[in-house]
């Protein structure tokens, strides 16, 4: 599947990210190739193929244990919110 540049840069707009004319050109290609991929997954049938979290199960993948360890500073964490209201990160209103 081949993107448009003007895909490329909805993109990074949406990911806050500022590319150069030749960086869109470069992540245009591997992006195109990797929704290529995705396009060939498709095709493949997995009607028999059992859901699973994993491919090599649950026991085999090793977690670690839990620590309580110290989170942000309320101001590290708003540092670069795009929009704030006080304490407070502002969004968009989703529900009417």
Not at 4 to 22: D, F, H, K, Y
Not at 74 to 80: D, F, G, P, R, S
Request: net charge negative; glycine share 8%; proline share 7%.
């Amino acid at each position: 599947m081949a993107l448009t540049n003007q895909e490329i840069e909805r993109v990074a707009q949406l990911a806050r990210l500022s590319l150069s004319p030749e960086e869109v050109e470069q992540f245009r290609g591997q992006l195109s190739t990797i929704l290529g991929y995705i396009e060939k997954l498709q095709t493949l049938d997995v009607s028999g193929v059992e859901p699973t979290v994993n491919g090599i199960g649950a026991e085999a993948t090793p977690l670690r244990d839990d620590v309580v360890r110290p989170g942000l500073k309320q101001e590290e964490a708003l540092a670069n919110a795009p929009a704030k209201a006080g304490p407070f990160f502002l969004v968009p209103k989703i529900i009417e």
